[in-house]
């Protein structure tokens, strides 16, 4: 990747020429199977941008309670945009059909107009988990009946891709756009894309223009993004192998009131009853002395990441490390 890095021929992308920022945006249109590809500097961004670019002032985006745009992107639908959030709680990151059905509003000249649904592959908060085709299938069947416009917050779409032997582009193919992140998984330093038609995507380098996301020698970070696409994809089994032995080694500990989660992908979850509020930030806290990061998610649990940096030792210690501090925070 480094090498790829200090390779990459350069230009200037705000005025497109950056012959390696276009090579990155039409490879991706072409595995999700898009008109056009946007080359954006994180997730947050390119989601952001999708509801600016699908959405005036006033409307309605109806999304699952726990998703990342509706939680972690500081309000900016509402703030950036003017859009209002129709939050539904879901199961697994699905919100019920009938729940999208009912939380759509009739044409009324009193209420604001439903625009978009917005659904995350694989759900992040609710465990990782793969989002089924069928149900992205039906989502995408009531969206179009209804004129609704659907994105798909895809920052781990090719974990639910390895993971489910469904291409991505079938995923793909369910939504209006498409946002995945180079990030994270797939391993490159930093950069996401979005995905979708030609028009869209041309409204919204505007709106990444607007945000100050435009980058002139985009090059170096989106040789990093077209090597994580060559190199990283098929290799993310290996992380989602991983997350399965640990969720089997830690249930196989038979903790009364444990709860591990059973991983599609790369996350494992724990959970315990317990009044402190602070048990989750104070158990991470142990971990990290122990020299093992995860994620305490107060309310919610522990969450713990597989990745490529976490190789096969490094994985089996993890496990170890886990066993004896849960061990001993329940005898
Ligand atoms: C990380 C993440 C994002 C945002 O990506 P950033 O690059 O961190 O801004 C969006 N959606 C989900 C589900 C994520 O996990």
């Given amino acids: 990747m480094l090498e790829a890095m200090c390779k990459a021929p350069l230009g200037d992308d705000v005025f497109g020429d950056d012959p390696t920022a276009t090579e990155l945006e039409e490879l991706a249109a072409e595995r999700l199977g898009k008109e056009a590809a946007l080359f954006v500097p994180s ?7 999708a509801v600016g670019a699908h959405c005036d002032p006033g409307d309605e985006v109806i ?3 726990l998703c990342h745009t509706y939680n972690f992107e500081c309000g900016g639908s509402a703030r950036l945009w003017g859009v209002q959030a129709v939050s539904i709680a879901g199961k697994r990151g699905m919100i019920p059909l009938e729940r999208i059905a009912s939380s759509i509003r009739p044409a009324d000249v009193h209420m604001p107009r439903t625009k978009l649904v917005i659904l995350e592959q694989t759900s992040n908060i609710a465990g990782g988990c793969i989002l089924p085709l069928d149900y992205l299938e039906s989502v995408s069947s009531l969206c179009r009946e209804n004129g609704l416009l659907l994105h798909i917050d895809g920052a781990r779409i090719f974990n639910a891709s390895v993971g489910s032997g469904v291409e991505v582009s079938t995923y793909a193919a369910c939504a209006d756009t498409v946002m995945f992140c180079l990030s994270k998984g797939l391993g490159a330093p930093a950069g996401s894309v979005l995905a979708g038609p030609e028009a869209t995507i041309a409204e919204a380098r505007r709106l990444r223009k607007l945000l100050g996301g435009g980058l002139r020698q985009a090059g170096i970070l989106a040789a990093c993004g077209i090597h994580a696409l060559k190199h990283n994809v098929d290799r993310l089994d290996e992380d989602h192998r991983h997350a399965r032995e640990l969720a089997r080694k830690l249930q196989g500990l038979d903790l009364v009131g444990l709860r591990v989660s059973s991983p599609d992908t790369n996350m494992v979850f724990l959970e315990w009853e317990g009044e402190e509020p602070g048990r989750y930030a104070e158990f991470s806290d142990l971990l990290r002395s122990d020299g093992l990061l995860v994620v305490g998610l ?25 066993q004896a501090r849960l061990t001993e925070l329940f005898s």
């Fill in 298 to 322: 107060s309310g919610r649990g522990i969450r713990i990441v597989f990745h490529k940096d976490a190789d096969e030792t490094a994985s089996q210690r993890a496990g170890e490390i886990l």
């Fill in 43 to 49: 997730g947050t961004m390119g989601n952001s941008i």
């Fill in 63 to 65: 999304l699952e309670s």
